[in-house]
Each structure stands twice: as structure tokens, then as C-alpha cells.
């Protein structure tokens, strides 16, 4: 971790387009501002990992996150509540979000740094594994039903429903009536209706969709479902002769089936309105440049320490010395119009059985998925624990 150079002390604006530029060149999607004890240390999120990248002097740290918070139109004066906003187009090239939090030394800012435009359009840009990714487009053709994306946050889960979005509006010509509701709209969305709820004024998920429901359309995308209320309100709309596309935070597969259990979803609506589940995460694939595949020394299970090269090794201009560059989609995709599944969810039964009964059908789970990367040394078995954690044993 580098101190911040003092010539540029005194240009907050500068340093601050500097950070969003060298952050985006570096791949990052987060960019976080961390007042501590001794000034205000910067990490970068690149490829889902936190780095810490320079240290800022206190002064220079709380003008920085006062000067973001301007550009995204927060009030300045204001450092004793959370705030969040979108960055002004005039002050960035691509879309880009604030939010900032009182902490005990100070304000902290989290700069969220969504892809341009030119990424990910399309569900085949995605790299999902062959089978799923076409039996996807193919449920993206149906006029009714729920298309249901889980993982846990970060997963990407959002850049796949809006490549689904896009895919339906060009399948059709944008002569089908595609509707959202989001909090917040991560990405303006051409040949789509969009709608951001504001709960401060009873505008929620299900009051939005309720009302949406009246406007006519073909496809709608529901954020995410985060309460009873709106699993209700999704499956009621995808019962009633519409697609829905939504997300949803669970481990696997089965577990989504096995939380919307207990929010109270009758089975039978389930089966009857559900036309896939996707569980997906991101692994880290191992730099073409320095993995240990061309690199005896190289080892990717120890380079996670920072992504600024400290001179204890060589950093590789590729990766910076991470062994990683780029990540590759990990995903499982459920069924549930198999008589196996018929069973198990009728009874109820807990994810264990719900995830036993779906292998038994043919399903390839994520562990499985991911020991055929590690075998192709797409990526390595400390990053599959990275992510998957025990269940990837």
C-alpha cells in the first residue's frame, strides 16, 4: 500500500477523476474509502477480492469522499446519516454509484463502478456453461412463468437478468412489453420500462408490482425478492400469464426452492409457475500470464495479498501480482418439472433432499461444475474454497 504522493494534496477533484479512471483501467467494481486511526486507506475490489491500493492523509481522505458525494448529489453537509446516489454522467463515463456510511473515524464511501454498455449484452456473452445457457434462452421464448437467478451478492446474478432482458427484446423486436422494478436501477435498460420503488412514499416491490400489473406488460424483471409480500406478488404475476424474471439471495438451487417454502409459497404454485432456477457465483481465473500452469513459481493460493506489487516478488503486469485475471461464471441450473422434483417439494422437504433428488435428475450442482474448471486450469481449488466454502470439498 503506496502514501499518496503530497504534490497532489490539494486536488481533491483531480484525484478523485483519477481514482474513477485508474480503478475502471484496473478492472475494479468497487472502489472503498475507509477512514481509520491514521488517514483514510483506499481498496479496490478487483475480481471480487478487496485490495488495498493507497493510503490518504485524513484531510485529503474526507475532502475526497465529500467531493464524490457532490458528484453524486448528496448533500455535503450531511455526514451523520447514510446516503446513496448515482455520479453525474458529466463526472463519469460509464454508471456509477455512492453510498456513504458514518463510522467511528469518520465517513466511509463505497464507489460501486457498473460495466459500460458494451459488456455482457447478451446471454451468450455471459460464459454460462453451454447446456444452461441454452436451455435459458429457450425458457426466455415462454409467455408466462418465473425465471428465478440466486447466489449470494456479487454473484452476478443482475448482469444475467439483464442479458435475459436484452435477449427478449431483441428475440422479439421489442415487440414485447418489458417492464422493471428495481431498487435502485443499476443499468438504463434501451427498449425497456424501468421503475425505481421509493418505500419512503409506500412505493414498494409489492405495491409497484401490483400497479405494474395494470400497465400491460409481456416481461417484467422484480429486483429482488426480499420479503413474503413480494414472492407472493411474483408468482401471483407470473400465474396470471406473464414472465417474470427475478433474483433471489440462496446458496443453491434447492435452497431457493426450500427458502420460498417457508415464505409461504404453496408448492403447487411453484411447480406449476417456476420455469427455471439458476444458482450462479464468480471464480477468479488464473492469469494465462503467470499461473503456476506456466509458472513453477507461481503460486495462486498465496498471491492474494495485495494488488499493489510490495517488491517482495515480481508483479506481473497482467494480473499485478494476484495470479488471477478475469473471472469465469460457476453455475447449476434446477428443473422442477421433473417427477423427482414433483416429490420432494409437495412433501416439503428441506434443501438436502431438495438438492439429493435434483442430482438424482441429472443435475450437475456447483461443486461438481467446479472441479471440471479446476481439472481444465481455468481456475485453482483454493479459489473454488474461496467461494464455495466447505461444500466444495
Not at 494534496?9 to 475494479?28: G, K, M, T
Not at 417457508?262 to 503467470?290: F, K, N, V
Request: overall charge negative.
Amino acid at each position: 500500500m503506496r502514501q499518496l504522493p503530497a504534490a497532489v494534496d490539494s486536488e481533491a477533484p483531480d484525484v478523485s477523476r483519477l481514482i474513477l479512471q485508474q480503478a475502471r483501467l484496473h478492472r475494479a467494481s468497487d472502489v472503498h474509502l475507509v477512514p481509520t486511526e491514521t488517514g483514510t486507506r483506499m481498496q479496490w475490489r478487483i475480481d471480487g477480492v478487496l485490495h488495498d491500493i493507497a493510503e490518504f492523509s485524513d484531510d485529503l481522505g474526507s475532502r475526497l469522499v465529500a467531493r464524490f458525494k457532490v458528484t453524486a448529489g448528496l448533500l455535503t453537509y450531511r455526514s451523520d446519516v447514510p446516503q446513496e446516489g448515482r455520479i453525474a454522467r458529466e463526472y463519469s463515463e460509464a454508471e456509477t454509484r455512492v453510498s456513504t456510511l458514518p463510522t467511528l473515524h469518520g465517513e466511509k464511501a463505497a464507489i460501486r463502478l457498473f460495466a459500460g454498455n458494451d459488456a455482457l449484452q447478451r446471454v451468450n456473452q455471459l460464459g454460462l456453461p453451454a447446456d444452461i445457457g441454452e436451455a435459458l434462452v429457450a425458457s426466455l421464448t415462454q409467455t408466462s412463468g418465473v425465471i428465478l437467478f440466486t447466489g449470494p451478492s456479487g454473484s452476478g446474478k443482475t448482469t444475467t437478468a439483464y442479458a435475459c432482458l436484452r435477449e427478449i427484446i431483441a428475440q422479439s423486436d421489442a415487440r414485447r412489453s418489458v417492464m422493471t422494478l428495481e431498487d435502485p436501477i443499476e443499468v438504463a435498460l434501451q427498449g425497456a420500462t424501468q421503475s425505481q420503488v421509493r418505500p419512503s412514499v409506500g412505493f414498494d416491490l409489492p405495491t409497484g408490482l401490483r400497479a405494474m400489473m395494470r400497465q400491460d406488460p409481456d416481461v417484467i424483471l422484480v429486483g429482488e425478492i426480499r420479503d413474503p409480500a413480494t414472492a407472493e406478488s411474483v408468482f401471483q404475476a407470473a400465474l396470471t400469464g406473464h414472465l417474470v424474471i427475478t433474483t433471489f439471495h440462496a446458496g443453491s438451487a434447492a435452497e431457493a426452492v426450500s427458502r420460498l417454502l417457508e415464505m409461504g409459497i404453496e408448492p403447487y404454485l411453484m411447480r406449476s409457475t417456476i420455469r427455471t432456477i439458476i444458482c450462479q457465483r464468480l471464480l477468479r481465473r488464473l492469469c494465462e500470464q503467470c499461473s503456476s500452469e506456466s509458472n513453477p513459481e507461481r503460486d495462486p493460493e498465496l498471491a492474494d495479498k495485495s494488488y499493489v506489487d510490495t517488491g517482495q516478488r515480481s508483479a506481473c503486469a497482467a494480473c499485478g501480482g494476484t495470479g488471477y485475471h478475469g473471472r469465469t461464471v460457476l453455475a447449476e441450473m434446477l428443473d422442477l418439472s421433473k417427477p423427482e422434483m414433483a416429490r420432494v417439494i409437495l412433501q416439503r422437504c428441506d434443501a438436502s433432499e431438495i438438492s439429493s433428488a435434483a442430482e438424482q435428475t441429472g443435475m450437475k450442482s456447483l461443486s461438481e461444475r467446479s472441479a471440471e474448471l479446476v481439472a481444465r486450469t481455468v481456475t485453482s481449488q483454493g479459489e473454488v474454497f474461496r467461494v464455495l466454502g466447505r461444500q466444495s470439498l
